[in-house]
């Protein structure tokens, strides 16, 4: 049963329950998801809201409880990120999932939060999201990006990630993208794939992104 009373206790109906801080770059994690409701929260005379997200993998008997604080708007019942935030990141990709949607192509994301709560907790059985380096060098833990979504009685949906999204992801591939199309003579296909297999080696992308991508790089340099 999905609930929101694991919150603060360490194990639920024999689950182990971990967090966002036990995650690792690369990392993937699969589960029954349910989005909790959002409250306030005061740290240090500064109020804030927060919901929670909880990842149910009955096979290894784990839930995932993951925290992600947003700006919220009671007046409206909108909740608000922006691009390279958590909540940006995991409403972008799942919306990616689901809908084709292009990632990152807003600055910003304004959601009725009852009407996305709603939708995902009635309609979605299971994703899978993988943890990813934060945008903010202060962060202290990874972001998630959801990579694949099981709708109610349907097959699974996974989208992997384009050269266009780790140029988004990474401010090295993203000058020297950006510099190659622009057919600067300085930046060639070997500088960008040097990066793109240093993030494969930290396990950020997977083989076939890897591949995928220097198709990509291949295609813009004969143009």
Known sequence: MLDLGIIGKGRTEDYDTKFLKEILPGEEISGEIYIGEVKKRAIE?????E???VLTDNENKTKWVVQLVTSYYPDTGNIYGERGGRVYTFIDTLNHV????PVNEKDNYSVNFN???????????????????????????????????????EIIRR??????????????????????????????????????KSMMEREEIDDYEFKNALQRLEAIENQ
């Open 98 to 101: 689901l809908n084709k949607d």
């Open 115 to 153: 009407t996305f709560r709603k939708s995902v907790n009635d309609n979605i059985s299971m994703v899978t999201v993988k943890a990813i380096h934060p945008t903010n060098p202060n962060a202290k833990y990874v972001t998630l990006q959801v990579v694949s979504a099981l709708m109610k009685g």
């Open 51 to 53: 919901f929670y997200v």
């Open 45 to 49: 005379k500064t109020e804030s809201y």
């Open 159 to 196: 989208i992997y990630t384009s050269l266009d999204d780790l140029a988004h992801q990474n401010a090295v591939i993203r000058i020297a993208y950006t510099n190659l199309k622009d057919k600067k003579k300085e930046i060639t296909v070997q500088n960008i794939a040097f990066e793109l």
